[in-house]
C-alpha cells in the first residue's frame, strides 16, 4: 500500500498550503500536496467564467446551491456539499463554507488583504478577555512584508499604529458612489482611506499579468492578476519540479508511529474511491481551520487516543467567525448617471478601519467598513423591484411598459451599501466536533458545531448599525429597509456567514490549554505542523488570510530550519 | 413533434404571419412576436462558461422538462410583451427570449412555481368573470384595462391583492430577463465587462456632481502610465518605479 515517501506531505491547496508548498519546495525539499478538490486554473478556457455575458448561463447568473455566490463564481464547494454534509448540536448555528478545488477559497475570496496590528496580538492585556497570542506583531513583521512583495497588494502607508503600512502597489481611483462615502465620511469625522487588496495594479514580475479592470475578482482572474493560491504560489512551485500534486485527493487520517510521530497520511482516492497511504518526514495540515481540526480528531491511536494533537482536549474549541452587518441606501443625487464603465478591481476601492480605539464603548474589539456600489454587470435579479425608489420621490411604484426603461435607467447605480466585519470573543465553548453519528461519502465522520453569539457581539452589532445608518445619511443617502432591532440581533450575521473560520488549533506556551506553539507545531507530535487559520488566537477586525500566508510562510522557515538541525 | 417545439412552432408561425395563431386548445399568441429569440433548449457546443459534469448534467435535466402548459407560457409570453413591448431599436421582452428564461427558472427555484401557475389561473378567472375570455383571448385593450388594476403595488384592494403580486413578480423576471440579455444590455447602455484601464471617474462626471480627487488621495493612485514597470521599493516601503 505504501508508495513514495517525502520530505513533506502538505494537504491542502488554499492560502496556507500554496505558501507553504512554495516554500518548502523552494528550499528543495520533495514535496507532496493533496487537494481533495480538482486542478483548476481560471486561465484554461473551459473552466474560465470571467468575462462572461448573464446571457451565456440559462439562468443568467443567478445562484444555484452548488454556486450560492453566483453561476459565474469560481468557488466550486459552498453552504453545502453533496458528498461532506456537516451538523449542528441542537439550538446552535454554524453556516460552514468550504471549496473543493485547487486554490480552496482564494480563488473566489475578496482579496481583502490586511495585517493584523500590534494591539491585535495582545488584546487580553487591553480588555481582559480572551487569550494573548504567544507572538507579537514583531515576530511576523518581516513576514508580512515579505508576503506583501511575493503576492502584491495595493494600498497606501498611513501610519496607522494598528493598521500598519506595507509594501503596497499603488490603490485604484475611486469610483463616484465611493467619493459620496469619502465626503460623508469626512464630515462625521470618520477615517476613510484607500482599500487594500492583493490585486496587481502594476506588474510585480514577468510570469503575472496587471489587473485589466473587469471588478470579476470572485470569478478568478485568466491573467492571474489577483491572488489565487493556485495561480501565485503553486503553479510556480509546480515548475520547480519538487512537487507531486495529487488532486481529488481526501486526506482523512494522519497516521503515527510507536512513538506518536506521524508516518505519512492515508487518503482515498476520490475518483476511484481507493484508499492510499502516503508517507513522509513531516506533514503539513492545511485544509482550512475546521477541516484540519477534522483530520486531526480523526487521527486516533494509542499514543494518541483523542486524536492526533489533542491530549489538551483544544483540537475544535474556540473556533471563531469575525461578526457582521450590512445597510444600503438609495442616493438621490445619483440619479440618471452618465454612464460609462465603471467596473474597476473587484470589490471596493475605499475602506475604513477600526477607528475607536480607546473609545469608551459598551462592546470590545472593533470592526472594518467596506464600501459597495456602482454601475455593475446586470445579472440575475437586476430590474427586480425596478422603481422601487420612487416611493421616495413621490411617484408610482410599479406599472409596466416604456417607463420602465427609464426607470432602470434613472436608478441604476443609484446605491451606495456598506459592510461591517467586526472582531468576536473566542470562546471554549464555540467548537467543532467529530459527530459519532454520521459519516461523509468517504466514510469519514462529518463535524458537528456547537456555537453560540454572546453579548459582545450583539452589541457591537447594534454600533454597527448606528454607525452605518448615519455614514449612509452623510453620504445623501436614504438608507433602504427598517434598521434591525434587538429581536434580530441587531442584523448580526450567522456564525460562520463572514467564512473567516479561526482557532481550532490555537497555539500557545502552554501544552494544556493549546494545540500547537507559536511556530504551528503540535505540542504532542513534532514533524506535524498547521498551516490555516487553525492556531489563530484571535481573529481581529481585520481578514484573516494575510496573515494565514505570513504564518505559514514562518513556519516553513522553522520547518526547514528545524530539518537542517535534524530536530524532525 | 414535441411540446417544446410545437410551441416553438407555434411562436415562429405568428411571428413570420403576424396573426394570430391557434392551436388545438385554443391557444393564442401574441401577434407582436417577432423571433430573434434567445433560446435555451438543449446544451450544445456553445455551452460552456466553466460548468463542470455535475452542473452541466444538471441543466440538461432541468432543460429537458417542462413545467408549464402551453396556455401558460403563452400567457406568460403576452405578460412580458405588455411589461416591455418591443421598440427600437433594442426591442423588448419577447425578443430577448424572456419567456424561455422564466420557464428555466422556475424549474430550477421551487419558490417560483405554485405564485406562477396559481396567477395564470387568477389572470384567467378574473379575466372570465369580467370580459368572458380567458386572457389571451380578450381584447388587447380588455388586457391593458385589467394590467392597470393590478400593476402598482400600492393599491390597497384586497381582491386584487393576488393579481398584484402575481404582476409584480412577472415584472421582476421580465425586467431580469431583458436586461441580463444582450439587447437590454444595449437599451441599458452598461459598458463595463471588457478589458480597461479604469482611470477615474471622468471629469465631466466630477464636475457634474460637484466632486473632485484631493492632491493627497490622487499621490496614492496609481500611475497608469508606468502600470507596466515592475514594482520596487526603498527599505522605507516607499515604491520607486
Ligand atoms: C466569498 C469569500 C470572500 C472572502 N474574502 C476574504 C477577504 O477579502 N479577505 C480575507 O482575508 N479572507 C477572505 N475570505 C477567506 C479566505 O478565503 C480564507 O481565509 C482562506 O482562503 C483560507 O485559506 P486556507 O488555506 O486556510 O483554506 P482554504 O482556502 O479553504 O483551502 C483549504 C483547501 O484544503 C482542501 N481540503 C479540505 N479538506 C481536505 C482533505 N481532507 N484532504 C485534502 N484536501 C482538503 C480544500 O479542498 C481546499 O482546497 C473569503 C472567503 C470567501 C469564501
Ligand atoms: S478586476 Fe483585475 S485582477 Fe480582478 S479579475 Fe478583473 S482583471 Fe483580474
Redesign the pocket.
Known sequence: MAQDSYDVII????????MATYQLANAGLKVAL????DFYDPAADEQRTQLRFPWESPRRGASTRRRP?GDFNA?I?GWELDDEPFTTTEGTEFMW??????????N???????RFGPLDFKRQDSDGLGHNWPISYEDIKPYYDKVDKLIGVFGSNEGLYNDPDGFFLPAPKPRLHELYYIDGARKLGIPVIPARKSILTKRINNQRGVCFYCNQC?RACSVHADFS?STSLIFPALNGGKVDLYTN????EVTTDDTGKATGVL?INKKDRSLNNLLAKTVVL????C?SA??LLNSTSAQHPQGLGNSSGHVGRYLHDSTGASRAAFIPDLMDRDIYNEDGVG?MHVYTPWWLENANLDFPRGYHLEIGGGMRMPSYGFGFAVNQYNEFLGKKVGGYGKQLRDDIRRFFGARLSIACRGESIAQYDNYCELDPTMLDEWGMPVLRFNYNWTKNEIAQAKHMQETMEALLEASGGIPLGDRPGEDENFGLTKPGEI??EVGTTRMGAESQTSVTNEFCQLHDASNVFI???GPFVSQADK????T?LALAWRTSDYIVEQMNKRNI | MNRRETLKALFLASASTGIIATTGCSTSVNPNYRGKRVTWTSLDSTYSYGRTAVEKAHDQDLLQQSYFSEHELVTIATLCDIILPNEDPNGGALDAGVPDFVEFIVKEREIFKIPLRGGVMWLDNHSIEHYGANFINIAESQRLEICDQIAYPEVENTQLQPGIRFFSLMRDLTMTGYYTSELGFNDLGYQGNNPNTWDGVPASVLKRHGKQYDDEWLSKCVDQSRREIIAEWDDEMNLIT
Open positions: 494537504v491542502g491547496s488554499g492560502a496556507g498550503g500554496g493533496i487537494e481533495a478538490g455566490f468557488c464547494g463554507w468550504r471549496a473543493r478545488m485547487l486554490g480552496g477559497r482564494t473566489h475570496w475578496g482579496r481583502i488583504s490586511l470572485d493560491s485527493s481526501m486526506v482523512t487518503f492545511a485544509a482550512s481551520a477541516s477534522r483530520i470589490g467564512i473567516h498551516a490555516d487559520a481578514n484573516p488570510t494575510w494565514i
